[in-house]
């Protein structure tokens, strides 16, 4: 493995946390999910 493709690697898992994190967010805001 090279280093550019560790880098995509890389962004691949944050772009997949980021959308985590707005799916969360999205559920929150609607009131969906309830976080104390």
């Not at 560790?6 to 799916?23: A, Q, R, T």
């Amino acid at each position: 493995m090279n280093g550019s493709q560790s880098i995509l690697n890389l962004c691949d898992c944050f772009l997949d946390f980021c959308v985590l994190l707005y799916f969360i967010y999205c559920s929150w805001k609607s009131g969906m999910l309830m976080i104390v």
